[in-house]
């Protein structure tokens, strides 16, 4: 799964790493190092025209009783919740490593982070939706983040990993294509995620650098 993201990489930097076209002047946003879900995030989006762009939107599906922030991959074209965002709205979301916690026992549960080596950012598999939200009676941009089976580095922690596209395969899975990526949805095994520790000290909570 994924409930925490850092996101250390400013705009100019996403915008080379996802090859962005112009229209940028309006995205504002600063390098964040504990992301959460019900924040207001860039993500990746492309267009009939096959220029890609930021658009600014909330991280998860508000629901009366909980707020979905994750979507399984697995039989995700056949969900009756996720079908239509996946087949018709789907996004990157830009990130330079992820957080996770093992369980060890009920109140000890060790932090980690999650990265891939030499490339930051990269860009986690997404999806989004239209919603309305009831406070404002305004329409808002939400997003949630692909999940598959954890791979061998996440194994150890916990048997769920947010998906992470190939910069190679970003321009097929963000195409407005009927016929779904499905292909796609498998964890990149040519750059595969490394992992430190995230240690706790005195003073708070001590990072250990993955870059």
């Known amino acids: 799964m994924c409930g925490r993201y850092r996101r250390r990489s400013d705009k100019q930097r996403i915008a080379e790493a996802f090859d962005l076209g112009m229209g940028l002047e309006e995205v504002f946003f600063e390098p964040e190092d504990d992301i959460a879900p019900g924040s207001v995030q860039p993500v990746v989006l492309q267009g009939q025209d096959g220029m890609r762009t930021l658009e600014m939107m909330r991280w998860g599906f508000k629901l009366q ?36 916690w093992k369980k060890v026992a009920r109140s000890k549960k060790p932090k980690y982070e999650f990265a891939i080596e030499n490339r930051h950012p990269f ?89």
């Open 65 to 100: 009783d909980r707020l979905l922030f994750n979507a399984r991959s697995e039989g995700i074209d056949h969900s009756k919740f996720w079908k239509e965002s996946f087949l018709e709205r789907r996004c990157l979301v830009p990130a330079d490593s992820f957080f996770e």
């Open 123 to 211: 860009g986690m598999a997404g999806l989004w939706a239209p919603w309305k939200n009831p406070k404002t009676g305004r329409w808002e941009s939400t997003f949630a983040i692909l999940t598959g089976e954890a791979g061998p580095a996440m194994q150890p922690v916990h048997d769920r990993e947010p998906l992470i596209v190939a910069p190679r395969d970003y321009g097929k899975y963000l195409a407005p294509d009927p016929r779904p990526p499905l292909h796609l949805l498998r964890q990149d095994q040519d750059e595969p995620l490394v992992s430190q520790l995230v240690t706790a000290s005195r003073n708070g909570e001590k990072q250990i650098w993955l870059f």
